[in-house]
């Protein structure tokens, strides 16, 4: 089997095409949550917090010296990556949890006892001709 052959068979299993839509969901799912957090949570935490804004919080390292720019650390874009994971997080549990409850099934009914043998059966017979005669 030639190696295009073999990546073809592998990039076509149901594993690895789920595995890619999963991830194109999870991106667009995440540019959702960082638009939450950035847009629609954080102004409010901000503003309840005096009027902070997170996203442009950051703590000057090394300031600005001629052409070169200064080195921050952006202690506030952190702060605003970690709440989107906390969601992602969240969100992934929730569904995870629905799934699991969702692919519990009902415990199997018992199965019928099976049917007597054709050997039984006869010796069933025998058994209650005996009684009959006695």
Do not use: H
């Amino acid at each position: 089997m030639s190696m295009m052959s073999e990546f073809k068979e592998f990039a076509m299993k149901g594993n690895v095409v789920d595995l890619a839509v999963g991830v194109i969901i999870g991106s667009a799912f995440g540019k959702i949550v960082s638009s939450l957090v950035n847009d629609v949570l954080m102004p409010p935490i901000g503003m309840l917090m005096g009027g902070v804004d997170f996203s442009s919080k950051a703590i000057v390292l090394k300031a600005a010296e001629g052409d070169k720019a200064e080195v921050l650390l952006k202690y506030g874009v952190f702060v605003n990556s970690v709440i989107d994971f906390v969601i992602v997080a969240f969100v992934i549990f929730m569904v995870i949890k629905q799934m699991n409850r969702l692919k519990k099934e009902a415990p199997p009914a018992p199965a019928a006892p099976p049917e007597p043998t054709a050997e039984e059966k006869l010796l069933t017979q025998i058994r209650d001709l005996l009684k009959a005669r006695s």
